[in-house]
């Protein structure tokens, strides 16, 4: 079975600033699927940014990039220029390719809560 | 934008008692999930259905049945609730065929089991 790992429960960085979410995972597929989702006191899961394992090229939307390392089965998150709105609860997940179609559950990691210092 | 509308926010129940958590989805997706998130956890996988009528087990089926009688509607089942089940649920839809896309979410419903 796969395990995600986020192994900061807790970070904190000043508005403005960059800070970087790391996420390790364990699998033994090679196609499968990486997201990051962020979810503020409002509950919503928001989806941040995702990535495919086939691509080479990290991702990127506006302020928030990826850092994927496939064979150290790494896939952290980097958030520039720090908003007091990016202040939430992180969830790095994954998907695996084996049943095709996105029919398969996400496995995600237990989290990282995100504190922006006014 | 994608609707997944989780019919309620809190919901307080007894011990024993038979519990329906409904979601529902209004973009047309085949697939549909059910989580349970507990704090220190993250979001565990209890159920998912890639069609009307067909079910999956996930992660942590126990103490848990579902239904999808139609293509837009995903409930879940207490069979008989019990303490250890009050927790944060959260309801999700995505399309077939399209591997890289994400899930979207419901607002989750806060579950007590007293």
């Known amino acids: 079975a796969q395990t995600v790992t986020q192994s900061q429960p807790e970070m904190s960085v000043q508005e403005a600033e960059t800070v970087t979410l790391s996420c390790t995972y364990d699998t033994s597929e090679s196609d499968y699927y990486l997201f990051w989702y962020k979810q503020p006191p409002s509950r919503q899961m928001i989806l941040v940014i995702r990535q495919e394992a086939y691509k080479q090229q990290n991702a990127t939307e506006n302020r928030f990039s990826v850092n994927f390392q496939k064979a150290a089965k790494s896939f952290s998150l980097k958030i520039s220029d720090s908003q007091l709105g990016d202040a939430a609860m992180y969830f790095c997940?994954?998907?695996?390719?084996?049943?095709?179609?996105?029919?398969?559950?996400?496995?995600f990691g237990k989290g990282t809560h995100l504190i922006i210092q006014p | 934008d994608v609707k997944v509308t989780q019919s309620s926010r809190y919901l307080v129940k007894r011990t024993g008692e038979k519990v329906f958590l409904e979601c529902v989805q209004d973009m047309d997706h085949e697939n549909m999930f059910w989580y349970r998130q507990d704090p220190g956890l993250g979001l565990r996988l209890i159920y998912f259905s890639y069609d009307v009528k067909m079910k999956e087990k996930g992660d942590i089926p126990e103490g848990y049945s579902v239904s999808r009688e139609k293509k837009e509607r995903f409930s879940l089942i207490l069979e008989s609730a019990s303490t250890n089940q009050t927790s944060m649920y959260l309801c999700?839809?995505?399309?077939?065929?399209?591997?890289?896309?994400?899930?979207?979410f419901g607002d989750g419903t806060r579950l007590s089991i007293l």
């Open positions: 999700a839809s995505s399309l077939l065929g399209i591997s890289n896309q994400p899930q979207h």
């Open positions: 997940a994954y998907r695996g390719g084996e049943r095709g179609g996105g029919a398969d559950g996400l496995t």
